[in-house]
């Protein structure tokens, strides 16, 4: 997906991100590799569906929920 994204090809990308999202992961780091392809995406309402029920554990995290406020433009919340 992320090579689809990076290359600008809009319907394969949606089609495989449906399919991910309908798969509903339950591990937190695929939760956390999904929601990063999908703000990636510009789809950060699913992003944060995704992984916005963990609490951020590292900076890694908090980078991700940065990244997908960000996607959300809301960005009172991407600054904490």
């Given amino acids: 997906s992320w090579v ?3 290359e600008k090809a809009p319907g394969p990308v949606k089609e495989m991100l449906d ?3 309908k798969l509903d992961p ?3 780091a695929d939760r956390k590799e999904l929601a990063g392809v999908l703000a990636a995406a ?3 309402r699913e992003a ?3 992984f916005g029920q963990y ?3 590292g900076a890694e995290d908090h980078f991700l929920l940065a990244n997908i406020y960000a996607t959300l433009k809301d960005f009172a919340p991407a600054l904490r």
């Fill in 4 to 6: 689809l994204i990076r």
């Fill in 19 to 21: 399919q991910a999202i």
């Fill in 26 to 28: 339950q591990s937190r």
């Fill in 42 to 44: 510009d789809r950060g």
């Fill in 48 to 50: 944060m569906k995704m």
């Fill in 55 to 57: 609490p951020p554990d």
